[in-house]
């Protein structure tokens, strides 16, 4: 289901901020003790002792989590929140994959700015019990980033919370393999039925889900089968009815961009959610389709004006005067000459 990234290459570590700083700073934020904020920060694991600059955001994710409280996330373009819900409203459910719930604060802004919607909507967005494993797995793995430890740690908790609320139903799996294929298995049940969303960052995942899209939108053209009765009476055709499944990843701020796959080259590429098959060609083969249009339309230009010039040199060939056109003419004219005056001197002789 997910894809992480090992360690990347080691960078220069920002400066260690002094104790009393930070956590004043968070104190005054968050309305907390100072002990309040060392016990949270402490039981992820963060040394409270040599805290740096670039770790504030994280300490900030890790009590907002722990507090239940997301306002900061929240988009402050008061436009956003209609534009979120022009995306998503038409989706029977929303399903969240892993990646997306430890990619930054990412996850944190786009529930944030849908809890709104899921609540005039009554909506819920869907996190697999097989994500919840995954969760727990990762944040004891020693391979990964400890951000992503640390998120893996504290987002079951909010998960859950956000659950009780409403927000949010962890749905049985009922499944032993890996998540990836059990999330197509599911989509290829449930998306010939209701218009479903998948948040992922997995890329992979994303192109199977986007082709599956586009195989069972094809099937819905097809019309149901008909028994012969119904073919005897002429009954009408039954189509089933059109649903979509689209698939997502978060960028920063938790905004949302769907996967496209270019059925040219079979490469996959995100741009904003439209309501059409995911299946459509990429800017690259956009541009090589409209060169190969003009080069076609170049030698068709070019060969319309070769058949054009080929045409006049035949009708100049052939009606070019020759000397046997010449010979042959002066021969016609020899005769019908002869023939006239023939006709002169016999009428002189009757009439004489």
């Given at each position: 289901?997910?894809r992480?990234f090992?360690?990347?290459?080691r960078?220069p570590?920002a ?18 003790s100072?002990?309040?904020i ?22 900030r ?17 008061e ?26 604060d ?20 869907l ?35 956000l ?16 998540a ?13 039925n ?32 008909q ?31 769907r996967?496209y ?25 956009i541009?090589?389709?409209k060169?190969?249009?003009?080069q ?7 060969k ?11 009708a ?7 000397v046997e ?7 016609k ?14 009428l002189?002789?009757i009439f004489?």
């Open positions: 289901m997910a992480f090992r360690r990347s290459a960078t570590k400066p260690v901020i002094a104790a009393n700083d930070y956590l004043g700073t968070l104190s005054e934020e968050f309305h907390l100072k002990d309040s060392l016990t949270a920060i402490r039981a992820v694991g963060i040394d409270t002792d040599h805290v740096r600059e670039d770790q504030m955001d994280l300490l994710e890790v009590l907002s989590c722990k507090t239940h409280n997301l306002n900061r996330y929240r988009s402050q373009d436009k956003y929140e209609d534009v979120l819900d022009e995306e998503v409203r038409s989706f029977n459910e929303i399903y969240v994959d892993t990646a997306p719930i430890i990619q930054m990412w996850f944190l802004h786009f529930v944030a700015d849908m809890e709104p919607i899921l609540k005039r909507r009554k909506k819920k967005l996190i697999l019990e097989k994500t919840m494993e995954e969760l727990h797995g990762l944040k004891d793995n020693q391979e990964k980033d400890k951000d992503v430890r640390i998120r893996a740690t504290i987002r079951p908790d909010l998960i859950r919370y659950a009780k609320r409403g927000l949010v139903r962890i749905g049985d799996t009922g499944s032993d393999g890996i990836d294929d059990h999330l197509v298995n599911l989509f290829n049940r449930i998306g010939m209701e218009d479903v969303l998948l948040v992922t960052q997995d890329r992979g995942l994303s192109e199977r889900i986007v082709r599956l899209a586009h195989k069972q939108q094809s099937a819905q053209l097809q019309p149901y089968s028994s012969v009765w119904e073919k005897l009476f002429h009954k009408e055709l039954r189509y089933p009815a059109r649903h979509t499944m689209v698939v997502c990843k978060l960028t920063e701020g938790g905004l949302l961009q996967c796959v270019c059925p040219e080259c079979e490469e996959s590429y995100y741009d904003k959610i439209a309501d059409c098959d995911g299946m459509i060609p990429c800017s690259k083969c541009r090589d389709c060169v190969r249009d003009a076609q339309m170049e030698t068709l230009r070019k319309r004006e070769e058949d054009a010039l080929r045409t006049e040199r035949e100049y060939l052939k009606n070019r005067p020759t056109k010449m010979i042959r003419k002066k021969k004219e020899m005769a019908i000459t002869l023939s006239v005056g023939g006709v002169v001197i016999a002189l002789c004489l």
